[in-house]
T-cell receptor, first 111, second 111 residues
Protein backbone atom coordinates (compact mmCIF):
# COMPACT_ATOMS: atom_id res chain seq x y z
CA UNK A 1 0.00 0.00 0.00
CA UNK A 2 1.27 3.43 -0.98
CA UNK A 3 1.74 5.75 1.95
CA UNK A 4 1.85 9.50 1.64
CA UNK A 5 1.62 10.95 5.11
CA UNK A 6 1.02 14.56 6.01
CA UNK A 7 2.04 15.63 9.48
CA UNK A 8 -1.31 17.07 10.55
CA UNK A 9 -4.94 16.65 9.50
CA UNK A 10 -6.08 19.93 11.06
CA UNK A 11 -4.00 22.94 12.06
CA UNK A 12 -4.86 26.34 13.53
CA UNK A 13 -2.21 29.05 13.46
CA UNK A 14 -2.06 32.75 14.20
CA UNK A 15 -1.37 35.47 11.63
CA UNK A 16 2.36 36.07 11.31
CA UNK A 17 3.42 32.65 12.56
CA UNK A 18 5.88 30.52 10.62
CA UNK A 19 4.13 27.29 9.65
CA UNK A 20 5.65 24.00 8.56
CA UNK A 21 3.65 21.35 6.72
CA UNK A 22 5.44 18.04 6.33
CA UNK A 23 4.88 15.31 3.78
CA UNK A 24 6.58 11.91 3.91
CA UNK A 25 6.33 9.12 1.31
CA UNK A 26 7.39 5.48 1.36
CA UNK A 27 7.29 4.87 -2.41
CA UNK A 28 10.70 6.21 -3.45
CA UNK A 29 9.02 8.46 -6.06
CA UNK A 30 11.21 11.24 -7.35
CA UNK A 31 8.43 13.82 -7.84
CA UNK A 32 6.63 15.47 -4.96
CA UNK A 33 4.03 18.27 -5.09
CA UNK A 34 2.23 20.70 -2.84
CA UNK A 35 -1.23 21.88 -3.86
CA UNK A 36 -3.83 24.01 -2.15
CA UNK A 37 -7.50 23.50 -2.75
CA UNK A 38 -10.16 26.16 -2.34
CA UNK A 39 -13.89 26.07 -3.23
CA UNK A 40 -14.46 27.09 -6.84
CA UNK A 41 -10.72 27.26 -7.59
CA UNK A 42 -9.80 23.59 -7.65
CA UNK A 43 -6.33 22.23 -6.97
CA UNK A 44 -3.62 24.81 -7.55
CA UNK A 45 0.06 23.90 -7.64
CA UNK A 46 2.25 25.80 -5.16
CA UNK A 47 5.64 24.10 -5.59
CA UNK A 48 6.99 20.80 -6.79
CA UNK A 49 10.27 18.95 -6.56
CA UNK A 50 11.73 16.38 -8.96
CA UNK A 51 14.79 15.47 -6.90
CA UNK A 52 16.50 16.06 -3.58
CA UNK A 53 17.32 19.75 -3.07
CA UNK A 54 15.57 20.61 -6.36
CA UNK A 55 12.42 22.72 -6.43
CA UNK A 56 10.27 24.45 -9.02
CA UNK A 57 7.62 27.12 -8.57
CA UNK A 58 4.09 26.20 -9.44
CA UNK A 59 1.25 28.57 -10.25
CA UNK A 60 0.92 30.26 -6.85
CA UNK A 61 4.28 30.23 -4.99
CA UNK A 62 3.97 33.67 -3.38
CA UNK A 63 4.10 33.49 0.41
CA UNK A 64 5.42 29.93 0.42
CA UNK A 65 8.76 28.16 0.31
CA UNK A 66 9.71 24.48 0.28
CA UNK A 67 12.49 22.21 1.40
CA UNK A 68 13.53 18.77 0.20
CA UNK A 69 16.63 17.58 2.04
CA UNK A 70 15.77 13.89 1.73
CA UNK A 71 14.01 12.05 -1.09
CA UNK A 72 11.12 10.89 1.10
CA UNK A 73 10.31 14.24 2.71
CA UNK A 74 8.95 17.45 1.18
CA UNK A 75 8.13 20.37 3.46
CA UNK A 76 5.96 23.38 2.72
CA UNK A 77 6.77 26.52 4.71
CA UNK A 78 4.55 29.53 5.23
CA UNK A 79 7.07 32.18 6.22
CA UNK A 80 4.48 34.49 7.82
CA UNK A 81 1.00 33.00 7.78
CA UNK A 82 -1.86 35.19 6.63
CA UNK A 83 -5.63 34.65 6.71
CA UNK A 84 -5.74 34.24 2.92
CA UNK A 85 -3.62 31.12 3.33
CA UNK A 86 -6.47 29.37 5.13
CA UNK A 87 -7.05 26.38 2.88
CA UNK A 88 -6.80 22.63 2.39
CA UNK A 89 -3.20 21.66 1.57
CA UNK A 90 -2.54 18.44 -0.31
CA UNK A 91 0.77 16.71 -0.87
CA UNK A 92 1.13 14.35 -3.84
CA UNK A 93 3.82 12.09 -5.24
CA UNK A 94 4.31 10.75 -8.75
CA UNK A 95 6.55 8.95 -11.17
CA UNK A 96 6.37 8.44 -14.92
CA UNK A 97 3.85 5.89 -16.09
CA UNK A 98 1.74 5.79 -12.94
CA UNK A 99 -0.86 7.90 -11.26
CA UNK A 100 -0.14 10.49 -8.60
CA UNK A 101 -0.88 9.53 -5.01
CA UNK A 102 -2.15 11.99 -2.43
CA UNK A 103 -1.73 12.44 1.27
CA UNK A 104 -4.84 12.83 3.43
CA UNK A 105 -4.66 16.62 3.36
CA UNK A 106 -4.09 19.29 6.00
CA UNK A 107 -6.86 21.77 6.68
CA UNK A 108 -5.06 24.91 7.81
CA UNK A 109 -6.91 27.77 9.46
CA UNK A 110 -5.06 31.04 10.03
CA UNK A 111 -6.72 33.30 12.60
CA UNK B 1 0.20 27.09 -18.41
CA UNK B 2 -2.23 24.31 -19.18
CA UNK B 3 -5.94 25.23 -19.30
CA UNK B 4 -8.31 22.42 -18.40
CA UNK B 5 -12.07 22.83 -18.68
CA UNK B 6 -14.79 20.69 -17.16
CA UNK B 7 -18.35 21.48 -16.10
CA UNK B 8 -18.76 22.86 -12.59
CA UNK B 9 -21.75 20.79 -11.52
CA UNK B 10 -23.93 17.93 -12.77
CA UNK B 11 -26.93 16.10 -11.38
CA UNK B 12 -28.01 12.58 -12.31
CA UNK B 13 -30.45 9.96 -11.09
CA UNK B 14 -29.52 6.78 -9.24
CA UNK B 15 -29.14 3.89 -11.70
CA UNK B 16 -28.57 6.17 -14.69
CA UNK B 17 -25.44 6.86 -16.78
CA UNK B 18 -23.58 10.17 -16.68
CA UNK B 19 -20.74 11.51 -18.83
CA UNK B 20 -18.35 14.16 -17.51
CA UNK B 21 -16.37 15.95 -20.20
CA UNK B 22 -12.90 17.48 -20.00
CA UNK B 23 -10.99 19.53 -22.58
CA UNK B 24 -7.34 20.55 -22.45
CA UNK B 25 -4.61 22.10 -24.56
CA UNK B 26 -2.93 19.43 -26.69
CA UNK B 27 0.72 20.57 -26.46
CA UNK B 28 3.18 18.60 -24.30
CA UNK B 29 0.66 15.88 -23.59
CA UNK B 30 1.67 12.63 -21.92
CA UNK B 31 -1.48 11.40 -20.27
CA UNK B 32 -4.85 12.22 -18.75
CA UNK B 33 -5.97 11.19 -15.26
CA UNK B 34 -9.37 11.11 -13.62
CA UNK B 35 -9.71 11.33 -9.84
CA UNK B 36 -12.68 11.09 -7.50
CA UNK B 37 -12.85 13.30 -4.43
CA UNK B 38 -15.44 13.08 -1.68
CA UNK B 39 -16.02 16.17 0.43
CA UNK B 40 -13.24 16.73 2.96
CA UNK B 41 -11.11 13.88 1.64
CA UNK B 42 -8.08 13.55 -0.63
CA UNK B 43 -8.52 12.67 -4.32
CA UNK B 44 -8.39 9.00 -5.22
CA UNK B 45 -7.28 7.66 -8.60
CA UNK B 46 -9.89 6.37 -11.06
CA UNK B 47 -8.28 6.06 -14.48
CA UNK B 48 -5.30 6.93 -16.68
CA UNK B 49 -5.43 7.38 -20.48
CA UNK B 50 -2.33 7.69 -22.61
CA UNK B 51 -3.61 6.42 -25.96
CA UNK B 52 -6.80 7.26 -27.86
CA UNK B 53 -9.84 5.20 -27.08
CA UNK B 54 -11.88 3.86 -24.24
CA UNK B 55 -10.52 2.36 -21.01
CA UNK B 56 -13.10 0.38 -19.06
CA UNK B 57 -12.92 -0.41 -15.36
CA UNK B 58 -16.11 -1.85 -13.96
CA UNK B 59 -18.79 0.87 -13.74
CA UNK B 60 -16.27 3.54 -14.73
CA UNK B 61 -14.88 4.15 -18.22
CA UNK B 62 -12.68 6.92 -19.56
CA UNK B 63 -12.22 8.02 -23.15
CA UNK B 64 -9.43 10.04 -24.74
CA UNK B 65 -8.97 11.81 -28.08
CA UNK B 66 -5.48 13.31 -28.18
CA UNK B 67 -5.99 15.16 -31.48
CA UNK B 68 -9.07 16.93 -30.09
CA UNK B 69 -7.72 17.52 -26.59
CA UNK B 70 -10.82 15.84 -25.21
CA UNK B 71 -11.61 13.23 -22.58
CA UNK B 72 -14.68 12.04 -20.77
CA UNK B 73 -15.45 9.93 -17.73
CA UNK B 74 -18.48 7.67 -18.00
CA UNK B 75 -20.18 6.42 -14.86
CA UNK B 76 -22.77 3.65 -15.26
CA UNK B 77 -25.40 2.32 -12.86
CA UNK B 78 -25.01 5.36 -10.67
CA UNK B 79 -25.10 4.86 -6.91
CA UNK B 80 -25.65 7.43 -4.19
CA UNK B 81 -22.04 6.97 -3.07
CA UNK B 82 -20.89 8.27 -6.47
CA UNK B 83 -21.88 11.77 -5.33
CA UNK B 84 -18.46 13.45 -5.30
CA UNK B 85 -16.24 15.79 -7.26
CA UNK B 86 -14.48 14.36 -10.33
CA UNK B 87 -11.16 15.89 -11.27
CA UNK B 88 -9.57 15.77 -14.69
CA UNK B 89 -5.77 16.09 -14.62
CA UNK B 90 -3.34 16.59 -17.49
CA UNK B 91 0.07 15.00 -17.23
CA UNK B 92 2.97 16.48 -19.14
CA UNK B 93 6.22 14.56 -18.86
CA UNK B 94 8.34 16.75 -21.12
CA UNK B 95 11.52 17.21 -19.08
CA UNK B 96 9.79 17.03 -15.73
CA UNK B 97 6.62 15.56 -14.32
CA UNK B 98 3.88 18.21 -14.50
CA UNK B 99 0.40 17.44 -13.25
CA UNK B 100 -2.27 20.10 -13.75
CA UNK B 101 -5.83 19.72 -12.49
CA UNK B 102 -9.13 21.07 -13.71
CA UNK B 103 -11.41 22.71 -11.15
CA UNK B 104 -13.48 19.57 -10.82
CA UNK B 105 -17.07 18.61 -11.56
CA UNK B 106 -19.36 18.20 -8.56
CA UNK B 107 -21.74 15.32 -9.29
CA UNK B 108 -24.91 14.95 -7.26
CA UNK B 109 -26.75 11.64 -7.52
CA UNK B 110 -30.43 11.88 -6.60
CA UNK B 111 -32.88 9.05 -5.85
Amino acid sequence: DVKVTQSSRYLVKRTGEKVFLECVQDMDHENMFWYRQDPGLGLRLIYFSYDVKMKEKGDIPEGYSVSREKKERFSLILESASTNQTSMYLCAIGTFGTEAFFGQGTRLTVV
Amino acid sequence: GQNIDQPTEMTATEGAIVQINCTYQTSGFNGLFWYQQHAGEAPTFLSYNVLDGLEEKGRFSSFLSRSKGYSYLLLKELQMKDSASYLCAHFSGAGSYQLTFGKGTKLSVIP
